[in-house]
């Protein structure tokens, strides 16, 4: 099915643990951005990109990083696992700008999200 | 202040009932979103809109931009509805960010 796959599901960390989360979206989109929900709060944007090659910092981007070199795949990557790391990690991805009025009504495609606790 | 205030955070109707949830914004912006997060978690874009109305199927948006206001509302609520709707907006100046509410927790009972 086409899509934004997230993987994994859930994972539990140690403090000082490094890891990585895998997106990978097959709909040819540009936009790709990486978002964390903490309970009670709104999504807030970790990186986005705009296409393959490039990337940028969002609201919340300290503590990780992330690469796309290519269109389909946008990994985030946790360097030494924080306990205020623990969240709902979602990938998502666009083929239009965000800000384009020119849209039908799913501008935004989520994966299902990654459950991730640090211990 | 957040910029993005959703009203009510939480909601709990009958089967059939009218919804409202509404969504007010402190920042200019180019678009808002409305989104849905069902129960197990997954995120579902609704709307898209920076004027006027949208429709489809039982759920309607409305925007009025001079007055920094949105509002979702369900027709004829059915309990498959009951999940968080997330209103989220970018500011004329935010690139790439949306900025989000912290959803309205919509119950709807049979």
């Given at each position: 099915?086409?899509?934004v796959?997230?993987?994994?599901?859930?994972?539990?960390?140690?403090?000082?643990?490094?890891?990585?989360?895998?997106?990978?979206q097959?709909m040819n989109h540009n936009y790709m951005y990486w978002?964390?929900?903490?309970?009670?709060?709104?999504?807030?944007l970790?990186?986005y990109s705009v296409g393959a090659?490039i990337t940028d910092?969002?609201?919340?981007?300290?503590?990780?990083?992330?690469?796309r070199?290519?269109t389909?795949?946008f990994?985030?990557?946790?360097?030494?696992?924080?306990?205020?790391?623990?969240?709902?990690?979602?990938c998502a991805s666009s083929s239009h700008n965000l800000g384009s009025?020119?849209s039908?009504?799913?501008v935004l495609t989520?994966?299902?999200?990654?459950?991730?606790?640090?211990? | 202040?957040?910029?993005?205030?959703?009203?009510?955070?939480?909601?709990?109707?009958?089967?059939?009932?009218?919804?409202?949830?509404?969504?007010?914004?402190?920042?200019?912006?180019?678009?808002?979103?409305?989104?849905?997060?069902?129960?197990?978690?997954?995120?579902?874009?609704?709307?898209?809109?920076?004027?006027?109305?949208?429709?489809?199927?039982?759920?309607?948006?409305?925007?009025?931009?001079?007055?920094?206001?949105?509002?979702?509302?369900?027709?004829?609520?059915?309990?498959?509805?009951?999940?968080?709707?997330?209103?989220?907006?970018?500011?004329?100046?935010?690139a790439q960010k949306l900025?989000?509410?912290?959803?309205?927790?919509?119950?709807?009972?049979?």
């Open positions: 099915n086409a899509g796959t997230q993987t994994p599901k859930f994972r539990i960390l140690k403090i000082g643990q490094s890891m990585t989360l895998q997106c990978a097959d978002y964390r929900q903490d309970p009670g709060m709104g999504l807030k970790i990186y090659g910092k969002g609201e919340v981007p300290n503590g990780y990083n992330v690469s070199s290519t389909e795949d990994p985030l990557r946790l360097e030494l696992a924080a306990p205020s790391q623990t969240s709902v990690y979602f009025w020119d039908g009504a799913n989520f994966g299902a999200g990654s459950r991730l606790t640090v211990l | 202040k957040n910029e993005v205030e959703q009203s009510p955070q939480n909601l709990t109707a009958q089967e059939g009932e009218f919804i409202t949830i509404n969504c007010s914004y402190s920042v200019g912006i180019s678009a808002l979103h409305w989104l849905q997060q069902h129960p197990g978690g997954g995120i579902v874009s609704l709307f898209m809109l920076s004027s006027g109305k949208k429709k489809h199927g039982r759920l309607i948006a409305t925007i009025n931009i001079q007055e920094k206001h949105s509002s979702l509302h369900i027709t004829a609520s059915h309990p498959r509805d009951s999940a968080v709707y997330i209103c989220a907006v970018r500011s004329i100046q935010g900025v989000f509410g912290q959803g309205t927790r919509l119950t709807i009972n049979p």
